[in-house]
């Protein structure tokens, strides 16, 4: 019989409903499985990221899909969030493989400022810009991972950022050629991904009903 604390047994069994196996630690193959992996996450976390306290909040198992790996939902627990942050978890016979995403919340606001300053300083009327990233990384990047090299691309991240700018200040009307020039702009600088530019009517206009003009542009490697 396995010894499983309470926070264990509530979440496993909020994953399989194998409620009374799980309450005696008579746990079936997937279940112990599913505990070796999530005590593996809470280990990989504390490890990673020894600033930041975690909870592991839920598990999307891969029966029945296409992936190779378990999702694993958690949360920082003193930072507010609307969604849960996520991580890849593969079991093979010899060990198990984690990527997480949460380097993107270290890294996000040092990223943000610095397209923004590069746009203003180019002239470009920037309301706000939002970074996220498609890429989960291993446990090689930890919580001293630098933005920079995620901006330039040395480390693949799949940068994607979403840049709204202030239709009103765009004298000419042309809002493509904007959104041409911020591309232009930010490959100079050699930052790459993905961007997509929204223009709004004002600096103050609703992001969703304001909106003029939008265009993706992807940038440079």
């Known amino acids: 019989m ?3 604390v309470d926070s264990e047994k509530n979440l496993l069994s909020g994953i399989t409903f194998h409620t009374e196996e799980i309450e005696s ?3 079936c193959d997937s279940d112990l499985a599913l505990l070796n992996e999530m005590r593996a996450l809470d280990h990989y976390l504390k490890e990673k990221y020894p600033s930041y306290n975690f909870e592991i909040t839920g598990c999307e198992p891969k029966e029945g899909t296409i992936r190779t790996y378990n999702e694993w939902y958690y949360k920082e627990t003193e930072l507010e969030r609307e969604s849960a942050f996520i991580a890849m978890v593969e079991t093979t016979d010899s060990e198990i493989k984690i990527k ?3 380097y993107g919340e270290i890294i996000k606001d040092d990223v943000q400022e610095h397209i923004t300053n590069i746009l203003k300083s180019n002239f470009i009327p920037v309301i706000e810009i939002t970074a996220s990233f ?3 990384l291993g446990k090689e990047f930890g919580e001293d991972i630098d933005s920079m090299d995620v901006l330039s691309g040395k ?3 799949g940068n994607d950022f979403k840049i709204f700018i202030d239709g009103s200040k765009i004298i000419d009307k042309n809002y493509k050629a904007a959104a041409s020039k911020i591309a232009s702009i930010l490959a100079a600088q050699k930052i790459c991904g993905d961007a997509y530019v929204v223009v709004l009517k004002s600096a103050d206009a609703d992001f969703a009903r304001g909106r ?5 542009v992807s940038l440079s490697k």
Do not use: V
């Open 2 to 4: 396995l010894e499983l």
């Open 25 to 27: 630690g008579n746990l």
């Open 100 to 102: 997480d995403d949460f």
């Open 134 to 136: 498609w890429e989960f």
């Open 155 to 157: 480390i693949a991240a």
């Open 212 to 216: 003029i003009y939008s265009e993706n």
